[in-house]
């Protein structure tokens, strides 16, 4: 691995494939670009490896691995039956076919998996018809760097193959020459810095850092978003948004995985109530993730809450059960003096995962050439729900894809002529910036959060204007990341609420409850977005497959 130090790096830095995105999608791309021969760099907003939300997640990944018994069949069936119908059959057959060799792939790159007796250790996920969900190996790691238990071992394995890595480095702009994407501009500590590609991997994770509550890490801003769209690029299904149902609250502010249902975890009121068995039928091993987080807004609502909450019951998760899939939880509880088998937690839900992103075909493949995708800022997969232990296995799967299409269409590798990037508020804007930030999220979470409707999210479409006004008065020429991620933030609320007030039903996470039925006549298909002149958004209908 060659480091490469913006200081030191020239104005026209090339390479054949440029991976955006330094976490698991981002480095099984690399890899696999790096295994087809190409010369490959990866650029990162933060360290490799060590940030975004591959760092917090939870390490699960869902799908027909080696030797549970599992079909490629099922697994589509559950996941397009999660999605309500209008994910990509074509991606989702990609996903499943692909996770046969996700297991072989992160072991070969020396990531550990449970195997007690030799065989995988097998969860069952709300959602799923079978057990097959693999844990990495987080448990032995603490809560909030869980996900090192996969990025490292990835990171070294790109770093053997000889990939180029310059962190600290985000991406502000694609670039493009005769159709075709040709590099992007990044911001360095030491100014701006314009990479030439004859191909692109944007890997760069969600946005849901647009919601005032959420477990993301602080870097999720949507960049990829902003940057596919700029350049032209379609997106889709952004008015789904899957709220994580048991984010805990008290004691300890992490993710309960859901997981946990399947090993015996229960829900219930401040009276001791199972309040989920008259929602959903089946219970907390069947309720979908969007199911879930409503019910427990309802109980809230209805006074059955405690703390802005519900109770998380563990007392019958098996000890060893919770050693597998809750080892880190369960040592931080207990540093707490908190006893699972018989003191509940204070979960609710929380902006978890963006189902909609950037539009792309079963090679990765956005709609701009020379451009192509992975991870959690596309859309297409999960449909209108993720289930649990999907994002993980798409972000390798797609990653892999992404990286091996990419490796397989480098145009011409030339840098540009001048810099294009946009023009953005200096430092001396921060106190403003910091207060416009604020806003956005909290505008979002309130009209564009679990429960939806006309008036709300009309509502919503003012304060953003009024904030974007406010934002446009700060332009005063120079380039920092907190006004690119202002810039980010702002653009993904608005697509959201836009695309959330388009579609005139409830399906999957996006519940309005001024229409709070599903409508498969109109609205069984997904709503593609388009950048036009004028700035406006273009929203154009597409029936599901």
């Known amino acids: 691995m060659t480091r490469v130090s913006a200081a030191s790096a020239s ?56 030797g549970i018994g599992d079909d490629e069949e099922a697994f589509v069936r559950d996941t397009l039956a999660g999605g309500r119908g209008i994910g990509s059959p074509a991606l989702v057959r990609a996903l499943a076919k692909g996770s046969r060799e996700v297991v072989p792939f992160l072991e070969a790159c020396g990531v550990v998996f449970a195997r007690p007796g030799g065989d995988l250790a097998c969860g069952r996920i709300p959602g799923h018809s079978r057990r097959r969900t693999v844990s990495a190996g987080q448990a032995q790691r603490p809560v909030a760097s869980a996900g090192l238990a996969l990025t490292l071992p990835l990171l070294r394995e790109a770093k053997r193959l000889g990939t180029r890595i310059l962190e600290g480095a985000a991406a502000v702009e694609v670039e493009r020459r005769d159709g075709r994407a040709s590099g992007v501009v990044a911001l360095t500590p030491e100014g701006l810095l314009r990479v030439g590609a004859g191909s692109i991997v ?25 940057l596919a769209w700029e350049v032209g ?30 090993e015996g975890a229960v829900l219930r009121t401040r009276q001791g109530e199972r309040f989920l068995l008259g929602t959903v039928p089946g219970g907390e091993v069947a309720a979908t993730r969007d199911e879930m987080s409503r019910a427990i807004l309802a109980e809230v609502s209805r006074g059955g809450g405690v703390g ?27 540093r707490r003096g908190w006893d699972v088998r018989k003191d509940p937690v204070i979960v609710g839900p929380c902006a978890h995962f963006l189902m909609g992103g950037v539009t792309l075909d079963d090679r990765g493949a956005t709609t701009v050439p020379g451009l192509f995708a992975a991870g959690e800022l596309t ?13 993980l296995t798409e972000a390798v799967v797609f990653g892999r894809i992404a990286g091996r299409a990419a490796a397989a269409d480098v145009g011409r590798v030339a840098s540009s002529s001048c810099c294009a990037a946009r023009a953005l508020p200096t430092g001396e804007g921060d106190v403003v910036l910091r207060e416009v930030r604020r806003e956005v999220r909290a505008l979002t979470w309130e009209h564009a959060g679990l429960v939806r409707s006309a008036e709300g999210l009309r509502e919503g479409l003012e304060r953003w204007r009024a904030v974007n006004d406010r934002w446009s008065a700060l332009d005063r020429g120079g ?10 933030l702002l653009t993904v609320s608005r697509l959201i609420l836009g695309s959330a007030l388009a579609r005139t039903e409830s399906r999957g996470a ?11 006549a109109q609205w069984r298909g997904s709503l593609r977005v388009l950048p036009r002149d004028g700035g406006e958004p273009e929203l154009r209908y597409v029936p599901a497959d």
């Not at 889709?236 to 399947?262: C, I, K, N, W």
């Not at 909450?309 to 040592?331: M, N, T, Y």
């Open 11 to 66: 104005a026209d830095l090339t390479a054949e494939v440029l991976v955006v995105g330094g976490g698991l999608a981002g480095l099984s791309a690399a890899i696999e670009a790096r295994r087809a021969g190409r010369d490959v760099l990866l650029l990162c907003k933060g360290k490799a490896g060590r940030s975004g939300n591959s760092l917090v997640a939870a390490g699960n990944l869902s799908g027909v691995h080696p």
């Open 202 to 226: 944007l890997a760069c994770g969600g946005g849901t850092r647009v919601y005032a509550r959420t477990n993301n890490a602080p870097d999720a801003t949507g960049d990829g978003l902003l």
């Open 233 to 262: 690029a379609e997106l889709r299904d952004l008015e789904f948004v899957q709220f994580y149902p048991t984010m805990g609250l008290s004691p300890l502010r992490a993710v309960f995985s859901t997981t946990l249902f399947g």
């Open 308 to 334: 802005g909450g519900v109770l998380l019951d563990l007392s019958g998760v098996s000890p060893e059960a919770g050693a597998e899939w809750g080892g880190g939880l369960w040592r931080a509880l207990a």
């Open 379 to 391: 859309g297409g997969v999960h449909g209108a729900n993720r289930l649990g232990g999907n994002a």
């Open 479 to 488: 380039v920092t990341r907190a006004a690119f991620e202002v810039r980010c």
């Open 510 to 520: 996006h519940w309005r409850s001024d229409a709070p039925a599903a409508d498969d």
